[in-house]
């Protein structure tokens, strides 16, 4: 008998499906309007933001602009301190919202019908709570923004119970977790609506303490599957996203003052130093590839938890720089120095929040570990310049990309002369 030859007694072998009869399933499969939600590889190949994704980033841009107006009016009559808390507590449930649907979409993505409509609806309370802003910082009325966050987490709850459904064990109990958590919550958030306005802020910080500990504990047991190099992607690009917006909101209020005040000797510094720091925020966000290190939960919670200072400063560089024009032209209630540190502070702060969780994870020795960290003293020094903080404050941020490519590079060269060294030794030795 030849190897390979089949028995007669032996059961014939089960013909194995075709290449083309299983990929012709799997596009069967996916072409049903509804199926199961369930986890995706964290390994998986080529995973990138879907256009789903992008159209929910530019929906959420619309409450952070509502936001950023809101405080540049309210920092422009005086009223720094509590339109800085208004804009902290209205930044939170933006920010927070966005970034629940962004892990889980990374998890859990299967782009059916049903998914498509359910993100959609949290769309629709985004833009509910774009709605509710201007009273939410006029007269401290949370209504609006309550309803819009409430139909947001009502559609991210719905989320996991779908995803509950699919899963078993572990991975059900941490789905079940996050739907009761979110829906838990947002009772706890009734008391900006219901209890008196000097107990708000209290209401807010307690509830923030919730809402993040939702995520640790509900994967306590079972961490689920998000994509490093997808989370990544998706927290670059909403950074894009909300620096652009604080380019449009600078461009657009200086345009209106050179219209309206014919100022534009005093407006061009103003404008030079913005691009100059928005420029500069940008390049030192994506000069190091962070997917690397997002390699475990607790690494991961802290990253995109210390996102909201990133976020929240850079959409207040656009506030800041308008309040700025403003006061350039003399349309603002307050000093030259505080309309300075308008946009001095939050881009100290982005400059810090950045290195804190991006850069000293990749800079070698001191000098490199510096660079951000002084040039963010820099810029708060900046703001007792008077009319050429903000020019002066560009020009320190420029000078701090110029530094670090610079460092980074004589860094790079001395390695590659090292190992050009030691790739001869051998022949030397010859």
């Not at 345009?255 to 000797?265: N, P, R, T």
């Not at 990749?362 to 040039?375: R, S």
Request: with cysteine; proline share 5%.
């Amino acid at each position: 008998m030849t190897t390979g030859s089949t028995s007669p007694h032996s059961p014939s072998p089960s013909p194995s499906p075709s290449p083309t009869s299983s990929a012709a399933s799997s596009s069967a499969a996916r072409a049903r309007p509804v199926r199961r939600l369930v986890a995706r590889g964290r390994g998986e190949a080529h995973r990138v933001a879907s256009p789903l994704e992008l159209f929910f980033d530019l929906c959420f841009v619309v409450a952070i602009s509502q936001a950023g107006v809101a405080l540049v009016h309210a920092v422009a009559e005086g009223h720094a301190g509590r339109g800085v808390l208004d804009y902290a507590m209205v930044f939170f449930a933006i920010w927070w919202a966005w970034m629940n649907f962004t892990w889980f979409a990374s998890a859990y993505d299967n782009d059916d019908v049903l998914y498509r409509v359910v993100t959609l609806v949290q769309i629709a309370g985004v833009l509910v709570l774009a709605a509710g802003v201007s009273r939410a910082f006029d007269g401290h009325d949370f209504v609006a923004v309550w309803l819009g966050y409430l139909i947001m987490r009502l559609a991210l709850a719905a989320q996991w119970l779908r995803a509950a459904r699919g899963a078993e064990g572990a991975e059900r109990t941490t789905a079940l977790r996050y739907a009761f958590g979110v829906l838990l919550c947002m009772v706890g958030w009734l008391g900006l609506v219901v209890l008196p306005e000097p107990a708000r802020p209290w209401v807010f910080l307690v509830m923030v303490v919730a809402e993040l500990s939702v995520p640790v504990i509900a994967e306590r047991d079972f961490a689920t599957s998000w994509h490093p190099h997808h989370i990544a992607e998706r927290y670059g690009l909403f950074t894009i996203i909300v620096l652009g917006e604080t380019i449009a909101a600078a461009t657009v209020a200086v345009k209106s003052a050179v219209d309206e005040h014919d100022a534009l000797g005093e407006l061009v510094p103003i404008a030079v130093g913005g691009l100059l720091i928005v420029f500069a925020a940008w390049w030192i966000y994506f000069v190091v590839p962070i997917h690397g290190h997002l390699r475990s939960n607790a690494q991961a919670f802290l990253w995109g938890y210390g996102h909201y200072l990133i976020f929240a400063s850079a959409a207040a560089i656009g506030a800041g720089l308008e309040v700025a024009v403003e006061e350039a032209v003399g349309t603002a209630h307050l000093s030259a120095t505080a309309a300075s540190a308008a946009v001095t502070v939050p881009t100290a702060l982005f400059l810090l929040t950045v290195w804190a969780l991006h850069a000293r994870y990749f800079k070698v020795g001191p000098a490199q570990q510096l660079v951000l960290p002084v040039t963010a003293l820099l810029v708060v020094g900046c703001t007792f310049l008077g009319d050429r903080a903000v020019p002066a404050a560009g020009l320190v941020c420029a000078l701090a990309v110029a530094a670090g490519t610079t460092l980074t590079a004589r860094a790079e060269a001395r390695q590659e002369a090292r190992g050009a060294g030691a790739g001869r030794a051998p022949d030397a030795r010859a």
